[in-house]
């Protein structure tokens, strides 16, 4: 089964370009809602870093959703959106004062510290503006996940958060400080997670230690449980949707949230990843010794996970009905890493058959780049074809 393309005005555009489906988005963010409201206190962001697109953006500002940023950028892109600033929360290794400066200037929800260093210059910063910052401290839970080595963060030796031998320290630290309000505790231990114990052994950790705090009776605002739930890169067009009711449940039934204490959630990829595909044409059919390539006019320049991450895409030859035979699909990149996907069975190709690289929405248009001195792809919504 294939997906659902305006084919024929795909010709009127320039490839490669990105294609989102936004009656997808908004059936997507309509469940995340329903089953996210289910539960007391449950609150959702939108990770940005998987799709700025301003049009995607306002969309899912109109849902209701806050927003997760990790620089000055996306705070910006966040409020040019329409995402309240009291729904923002700013996360990040590296925060440079004009970005904290912006957080600060727009009063928004919580930043998520990861070191008593940035948490002085926060402190700095707040008094020499005369506010108060509200901070998370994101601790590492040295929680594993089943999901690849470049995309977990959740180890004792990843470069993110404050160690939990550490935490305590750091929140006496913070009440020393005038012009920080400490709020809540931060985590995220990774990105593609599809196993939910994974996610149940988090709540457990975060469980621990909360006892530990409580036992010095340190009270805490708010936990966020970061994100990283998966999509199905397999299946896109049978399972287009997340399991969000099992991914809330398990953090409802195994989380022991105190009377008040709110849940934040930062999903990315699952809000938007199914609803995103990479357009792109049939420049030439190569025959090789042993094999046959498609060569198509995307490269690794427009979606660089296949070369990064040696991630699996479904692609589609959204023009050809004629039985399928087996291709390296590549692009025109001279490196060669350009390679979206080897020996797969594609309906036969032709020059100038379109191609759709599924499930693309998340971390495709937003990681895009000149190299080669190619221009970057452009990104339409459905409604940009009506």
């Not at 489906?21 to 409201?37: F, P």
């Not at 940005?48 to 969309?59: D, E, S, V």
């Not at 590296?94 to 510290?113: M, P, R, T, Y």
């Not at 409802?252 to 809000?271: I, M, N, S």
Request: glycine share 8%; aromatic share 10%; proline share 4%.
């Amino acid at each position: 089964m294939k997906g659902n393309f305006p084919i024929e005005k795909f010709a009127k555009k320039e490839t490669p370009f990105y294609y989102y489906d936004t009656v997808l988005l908004r059936e997507t963010l309509r469940i995340i809602n329903s089953e996210a409201g289910k539960h007391n206190g449950f609150c959702v962001h939108y990770a940005i870093k998987a799709n700025a697109n301003p049009k995607i953006l306002g969309i899912i500002a109109q849902s209701g959703l806050g927003a997760d940023c990790v620089s000055g950028g996306e705070i910006h892109a966040a409020v040019m959106a329409g995402f309240p600033s009291d729904k923002i929360v700013y996360a990040g290794v590296g925060k440079s004062d004009w970005e904290i400066q912006l957080g600060l200037d727009l009063g928004i929800a919580a930043f998520n510290v990861e070191s008593i260093p940035e948490l002085d210059v926060i402190n700095e910063l707040a008094e020499k503006s005369n506010t108060m910052a509200r901070v998370a401290f994101r601790i590492n839970p040295n929680v594993g996940a089943h999901t690849h080595a470049n995309i977990t963060t959740g180890l004792a030796e990843n470069k993110f958060g404050i160690s939990m031998r550490d935490m305590e320290h750091v929140i006496e630290h913070a009440d020393q400080l005038k012009n920080v309000k400490f709020i809540g505790l931060h985590f995220h231990i990774g990105s593609q997670i599809l196993e939910m114990g994974d996610f149940q052994a988090l709540c457990n950790r975060i469980n621990e230690l909360q006892n530990q705090l409580e036992r010095h009776h340190i009270k805490v605002e708010s936990i966020n449980v970061g994100g990283g739930l998966g999509i199905d890169y397999q299946h896109p067009n049978r399972i287009p949707i997340p399991d969000f009711k099992a991914y809330f449940e398990t953090y409802a039934k195994f989380l022991k949230l105190r009377p008040g204490q709110t849940c934040h959630f930062e999903l990315g990829r699952a809000v938007v990843a199914q609803m995103g595909s990479l357009i792109t044409k049939t420049l030439y059919v190569k025959q090789g010794d042993f094999k046959q390539f498609a060569i198509v006019d995307a490269g690794m320049t427009d979606l660089i996970r296949p070369a990064l991450y040696q991630a699996y895409h479904k692609i589609e030859n959204i023009t050809s009905d004629e039985p399928k035979e087996t291709y390296d699909v590549v692009g025109p990149i001279c490196e060669s890493s350009d390679v979206f996907v080897k020996a797969m069975d594609l309906n036969k190709a032709h020059r100038g058959d379109l191609m759709a690289i599924r499930s693309a929405g998340a971390y495709g248009e937003i990681m895009a780049s000149q190299y080669n001195c190619r221009q970057l792809p452009k990104g339409y919504i459905s409604e940009d074809f009506k």
